[in-house]
């Protein structure tokens, strides 16, 4: 994956230098340190990325928190987080069949 481009900037650049200018500044804005570490955010991005399940995301954060310094049990601990969080609101969405009773 590195030196790569990921399918969400040829996304964003096929919309157009406008958009894809917007969206990389906001990408920057977001994951740079400030009252998160840049480490702590792709964690949570990496965790993000389980919690909706998508692989590309999962193999690209992941690639970030390493470079970041993330430790393989830190990055198992964050996807363990999105996978109690998943199945937390699955259990939330099955509450509904209580309802008749």
Known sequence: MAGQKSTTEEFSQALGEEVDSTFNRLVFL???????SAKDKALIALACSVAVRCERCILRHKEAARKLGASREEMLEAAAVAGLVRMGSGFNAAAALLDDE
Request: cysteine-free; overall charge neutral.
């Open 30 to 36: 977001i994951l740079k340190e400030s009252a998160l």
